[in-house]
């Protein structure tokens, strides 16, 4: 799953990651050079892998949940369960964290960066935000 590389950084900014092993999230010039190097690793992958790779865009996914469910069902050989677009259920699943899953998916933190860009775009231009562009499905 890919995002907006200034969404990312914004939520992984705003969620306490304390005791998860994720220091780098406390810390936006290391989460630059964490995602460049997410980015170097998966450039990586796509040249030498002959596996193929689904890159599922996250705003694609919230606005066409079912559409991308769909297709990622098929990429992994599952067939389709329309419990997939009722995960927030209780009982349907859980996080890996073991948490409920309580809310559907929504496009509200969508470009939720640009509140903030003042502050985000050198990191914006460290990951070339600009050329970033989701794919639909």
Known sequence: CVRH??????????KNFAG??????????AMTDYFRHYQSLMAHW???????ILELPYEGLVAQPEAW?????????????PRCLRFHEAGVATSAGDTPLRE????REVGGWRHYERWLR????????????????
């Open 69 to 81: 469910s769909r297709r990622l069902a098929a990429f992994i050989g599952l067939e389709w369960d």
């Open 20 to 29: 998860r092993s994720l220091a780098f999230t406390f810390d936006l010039a």
């Open 5 to 14: 590389p200034l969404d990312l950084a914004l939520r992984c900014w705003l």
């Open 122 to 137: 050198p990191y914006g231009d460290a990951l070339d935000a600009d050329g970033y562009a989701p794919r639909s499905a």
């Open 46 to 52: 796509r040249r030498v892998c002959s596996l193929p």
């Open 104 to 107: 559907p998916l929504s496009d």
